[in-house]
């Protein structure tokens, strides 16, 4: 049973009673019950957009300054500890020392954040967050030998915290008047910063949780005159909660070039109101976003009805995943010249291997064999024509065979020399040929100990 209906069947004062025994023994519930109705009854003026700001500051230049101190030159090599067993190159070992020291800076705020949110002080946490964000921006290095772009990878080791903390979010009671303080403060402090906001528009979406905060942070946005551009996931969102469909359809139709997610929506709604805008869209989106909806569009396209765009859209996911089932869809779809042309197209020589098999194209695979013996894939390109190509095969093997034996030394090319034998063997007809092989190879002179033993492993010595 779900907890709703259940709900329904069970007495207020059956409620009460369990909210009373929820309060009294879990600590994070009731920080969250205080923190809400204490505020909701003015009784805790102390949070303020000042007191925002001022936490704000205090937290950015408190990580900021333990962020610069320290040093990325001189790392200390007396407490290294490996990550994973085998060589490390001294570059990737300082890399890493020098990541876990800017973790130790960062992990106190990290679980302040937190802890701040499990006990209902969103905005405090979300700003201490913020804090770190800035603090993370501004951190300058004189000479820095352990990272390409700091802020990047600060950014990049805080990313877990980020996660988390939508997360927590998600999981907790917040308050009205405190997350419209929160967005009150950060509006304020990034008033002309617009791109810096981006960056924000995950956790910006999950505190905004219904229509009356939508629509009063639509209002902050127009006040602090921030452009729709950097947050536009988080105006299709404030729309949709307000119901506006007219104004969702136009904003979601500005900026789903720049927005895959938005590219996504409108798809989706498209699909299911007008099939035509649907196909202009997709075809739009599958130029804009390469590879990304492909599987998408393919799914929700007509073959018999739109099939030269069908064609197109399983034409690139056929090379790009390099799936022969594709493939088998699209052979179908494919005229001779247009077959040539996507062989042309791809690179994997297996895989082309794999659609000349399909195609029982045998004499391109033989083709390939010749043109390029030496191939690191020469087993798996070559197997398929073992049993149609005897003799061009034997020819081949015997060559390579020969020539590495005359040529080459080390246990991998013997490895490989054994593995030709093996393939000979399946040859048909060829059973005393691969003897006389097995023979010469296991008897070669000068003796080959290595040879022998790789050739017994295989059951050929």
Not at 440 to 451: E, Q
Request: hydrophobic fraction near 40%; proline fraction near 3%.
């Amino acid at each position: 049973m779900k907890w709703k209906d259940l709900s329904d069947i069970i007495t207020t004062d059956e409620k009460l009673l369990f909210l009373e025994e929820l309060l009294e023994k879990n600590e994070s519930v009731r920080a969250q019950f205080l923190a809400r109705f204490k505020r909701e009854s003015k009784d805790d003026p102390s949070l303020t957009k000042e007191s925002l700001l001022h936490f704000f500051e205090e937290g950015k230049s408190g990580i900021l300054q333990e962020l610069e101190a320290l040093d990325l030159v001189d790392i200390d090599w007396e407490y290294y500890v490996p990550r994973h067993s085998g060589y490390i190159p001294d570059y990737e070992a300082q890399t890493h020392m020098a990541e876990d020291m800017v973790m130790e800076v960062l992990s106190n705020p990290g679980e302040e954040i937190i802890s701040c949110i499990r006990q209902g002080n969103v905005a405090e946490g979300a700003m201490l967050f913020v804090a770190v964000y800035q603090a993370c921006t501004e951190a300058c290095y004189e000479e820095n030998y352990a990272f390409d772009d700091t802020e990047a990878e600060f950014l990049d080791l805080f990313q877990p915290v980020y996660e988390n903390m939508l997360l927590e979010i998600k999981s907790v009671i917040t308050n009205h008047d405190q997350i419209l303080l929160f967005f009150d403060a950060l509006f304020t402090q990034y008033s002309g910063f617009g791109e810096d906001l981006k960056y924000f528009e995950p956790l910006l979406k999950t505190l905004i949780q219904d229509e009356k905060l939508a629509g009063e942070v639509k209002e902050l946005m127009i006040q602090y005159q921030i452009e729709e551009e950097f947050l536009p996931q988080l105006v299709l969102m404030i729309h949709g909660l307000m119901g506006n469909r007219e104004n969702w359809l136009d904003h979601a139709k500005t900026y789903y070039r720049k927005d895959k997610e938005l590219a996504e929506k409108l798809m989706a709604y498209y699909l299911e109101q007008d099939r035509d805008l649907f196909l202009g869209i997709a075809e739009e989106v599958f130029i804009t976003y390469k590879y990304t909806f492909d599987r998408f569009i393919l799914e929700n396209l007509d073959v018999k009805v739109d099939r030269e765009f069908y064609k197109t859209v399983l034409s690139r996911i056929t090379a790009s995943n390099e799936d022969i089932k594709d493939y088998t869809i699209l052979k179908e779809l494919l005229t001779p010249e247009e077959k040539e042309v996507f062989f042309a197209g791809i690179w994997n020589k297996v895989f082309l291997m794999k659609i000349f098999e399909v195609e029982k194209s045998y004499e391109r695979i033989l083709q390939m064999v010749h043109s390029d013996p030496d191939s690191w894939d020469f087993n798996e390109i070559i197997r398929p024509i073992l049993g149609i190509y005897p003799k061009e095969c034997l020819e081949v093997l015997q060559h390579k065979i020969h020539q590495s034996l005359e040529k080459e030394r080390g246990r991998s090319s013997y490895q490989r020399i054994v593995s030709w034998i093996v393939l000979h063997q399946k040859i048909p007809g060829a059973s005393e040929k691969t003897s006389e092989i097995i023979r010469m190879a296991y008897h070669y002179k000068p003796n080959l100990p290595a040879l022998k033993d790789e050739m017994r492993r295989a059951g050929l010595g």
